[in-house]
């Protein structure tokens, strides 16, 4: 069963409470989508776009000027560096001009003030979404006049020209890639772009300019409100990839449009439809509802950086048991994105992946596909068990692990100082160590036990790194720190207490502190300006990264970017 996404209804609460014995959506969450989706502009931008899209990504109107112009302010110096060499690039290339003209505009756009100079409105609403499976795009103009000269001032200098067609009474900007047709227009202050194969663009087209409207619109469906809801998103932007819409067109079902532009883009695909029987139909489906829908969309945009989530939707039964998946790891939470140099990890209960992973196997193999397309499937699932001994008897122990770099100093094209840990959680550190040692002896001369005591190296015992520590403990796992206070590491991590709802995975990074230990190399290169141009741009850019969460509507990522 999929997981339902209307939440406002007492019959679809009554359902998720009774087949997943959790909550619903709360009244804020349909009360923020509920406000972003009540904005004239957007209702008018929304009946713009097919219902049936296979996706979309909406813009509702927040504003993202404040994190542009940091953003260009540090690529700034770089550009005016860069910028005569581009200049001096030579001309012999039919291309160099182009090229050399659209380098000009951006660097004269990312300077102060130029942030409008391309005429697009940067506090306004957009929309990326596709007219079948090709794409279409609607941004807002704030200035359509200097769009204009933008293109004037580029085919001018860039030595070409844009041509253009017409559509009725109409004229666009036109192009050709290959067996496709490629539109652009300023149609009631919108840069409207999109792609069409050449036997359909004028149908295309007239969709996409305004010409004719959807039979349907995604104004009229309840998609989106629900999903701003269940994933509370709807203050900046918000978008999906609906797979069961993609595989009806693949199938020869499901919308008009989505179906003739499939058989455009393959003719092939169309003499396979009548081939296809009603259980293999029903079958691709059921495949297509267990990761049905990809949603993404940014929560906050401003001076300081940015939030945003994706989540990848999953069927609940499956939901819920890869949630049963989860492991904890000292030390490995949010909060590290904020406080590592560098960090990744994540957590998972490998010995229930497997079992979860035989059991999956062998549900397929005691009911195979029917379906002959998906006979491959019946062949890997009839694989998984044949052979298991082969797994060591202490991997189904393994919870994750991590590796987290705090700090590091260098001194010249060397490290003078290092703060960092790294963690291997298992229920059973023992019986790893017992199988490691075999091939690796020379940790037979180091002193092990597994009751959570730290235990110090010599300095030098490893190249450029001092102050080692490290401990295990049974039923948590190992540790290994380096730098000052290692001790003090091993032995708060080794008596860390379980995270709640930990990632399943992380990945963190902040660029300003890495570059900062990059700059003393800058006396040891040549065209030192440039360099510290470059690394002038990496400053602005903070503590960033992700975390993967297991929820009842699937894997859920949350991102995010510090800027200074």
């Known amino acids: 069963m999929r997981w339902p996404l209307g939440c406002g209804r007492a019959a679809a609460l009554a359902t998720v409470l009774a087949v997943t014995g959790v909550a619903g959506c709360s009244k804020s969450n349909e009360q923020a989508a509920a406000q972003a989706l009540a904005d004239a502009g957007v209702q008018e931008l929304l009946r713009k776009i097919p219902a049936d899209t296979p996706y979309a990504f909406i813009s509702f109107g927040g504003s993202a ?71 279409a795009m609607r941004v807002s103009l704030k200035d359509p006049q200097a769009f204009r000269d933008l293109l004037g001032r580029v085919q001018t200098a860039g030595n070409v020209t844009i041509p253009v067609c017409k559509l009725g009474d109409a004229d666009y900007w036109c192009g050709t890639a290959g067996e496709f047709k490629i539109a652009a227009a300023i149609v009631s202050g919108e840069l409207v772009m999109g792609v069409a194969p050449a036997a359909m663009a004028d149908r295309v087209f007239e969709l996409l300019f305004g010409k004719t409207a959807p039979e349907r619109s995604l104004a009229d469906s309840p998609k989106l409100r629900d999903l701003l809801t269940t994933y509370q998103l709807g203050k900046h932007n918000a978008g999906y990839i609906d797979a069961r ?97 560098f960090a990744m990890g994540g957590g998972i209960d490998v010995g229930k992946t497997i079992e979860m992973t035989l059991r999956k196997g062998a549900e397929v193999t005691k009911a195979p596909y029917q379906c002959p397309e998906l006979a491959e499937l019946n062949q890997m699932a009839a694989k998984i068990g044949q052979d298991t001994s082969s797994i060591p008897k202490w991997v189904p122990g393994l919870r994750g692990g991590s590796l987290v770099l705090t700090d590091i100093k260098m001194s010249g094209f060397l490290p003078s100082s290092i703060t960092a840990h790294a963690v291997l959680a298992a229920s059973d550190p023992r019986a790893i160590y017992e199988a490691v040692r075999p091939e690796l002896p020379m940790i037979a001369a180091y002193e092990f036990s597994d009751d959570g ?112």
């Not at 030579?90 to 756009?109: C, H, M, N, Q, S």
């Not at 141009?533 to 903070?542: D, H, I, K, P, S």
Request: glycine share 10%.
């Open 65 to 135: 000027r404040q994190m542009i112009e940091k953003v260009y302010a540090s690529v700034s110096p770089l550009m005016e560096r860069v910028g005569p060499m581009i200049e001096q690039m030579p001309t012999d290339d039919e291309w160099a001009p182009l090229a050399k003209a659209i380098f000009a505009e951006f660097r004269a756009v990312v300077k102060e003030g130029g942030i409008d100079r391309t005429g697009i409105d940067v506090d306004g609403k957009a929309a990326l979404y596709g007219i079948g499976v090709l794409p």
């Open 245 to 341: 819409v993609i595989v009806e067109g693949f199938l020869g079902e499901g919308d008009p449009l989505n179906k003739e532009i499939l058989a455009a883009l393959s003719p092939k695909l169309v003499e396979k439809w009548p081939q296809l029987t009603q259980v293999c139909k029903d079958e691709v489906r059921g495949l297509a509802g267990v990761a049905p829908m990809l949603v993404f969309g940014t929560e906050a945009m401003d001076a300081s950086g940015f939030t945003a989530k994706f989540a990848v939707e999953l069927r609940s039964d499956l939901a819920q048991e890869i949630k049963a998946l989860r492991a904890s790891v000292p030390g490995l939470s949010k909060e590290v994105r904020g406080e590592a140099m």
């Open 453 to 564: 005591a730290v235990k110090t190296l010599p300095d030098n015992t490893i190249p450029f790194v001092n102050g080692i520590a490290y401990g295990a403990k049974a039923g948590t796992g190992f540790v290994l720190a380096v730098g000052p206070g290692s001790e003090a590491t091993v032995s708060k991590l080794l008596a860390a207490p379980e995270v709640k709802d930990p990632p399943m995975a992380l990945f963190a990074y902040d660029l300003a502190r890495m570059m900062a230990q990059l700059e003393p190399l800058l006396g040891m290169a040549g065209q030192q300006e440039e360099l510290k141009a470059l690394f002038g741009m990496y400053q602005v850019f903070g503590p960033s990264g992700y975390e993967m969460y297991a929820e009842d509507s699937g894997l859920v990522f949350t991102a995010g970017m510090t800027l200074r």
